[in-house]
């Protein structure tokens, strides 16, 4: 059943980064950071290991200052999401 809710969470996970990803006005050095965490949340893996690594290299960007307001937003929200997936 926890596997399950992990590959929703991931799923939620993905879906809000390809948001920024597509995003203009998102600069590029977070773009980078954020396809960092998309492949190492899609690696195989154990879910900790993949949501640590996700969250480090997000939370690198998670404050830089030329991110939009709103983009802030959606990267703690995915903060936020990583800190919920765990391992069954």
């Not at 977070?30 to 998309?38: L, M, N, R, S, T």
């Not at 960007?61 to 936020?80: H, Q």
């Amino acid at each position: 059943m926890d596997e399950k809710k992990n590959d929703e969470t991931i799923a939620q996970i993905k879906q809000q980064i390809d948001l920024l990803l597509n995003d203009n006005s998102v600069p590029r050095n977070v773009k980078v950071a954020i396809e960092a965490a998309k492949k190492a949340l899609l690696t195989e893996g154990e879910y900790s290991v993949r949501s640590s690594t996700a969250t480090y290299k997000i939370d690198e960007v998670s404050n830089d200052i030329n991110l939009p307001p709103y983009a802030r937003t959606v990267i703690w929200n995915i903060l936020s999401l990583l800190e919920s997936v765990k391992d069954q």
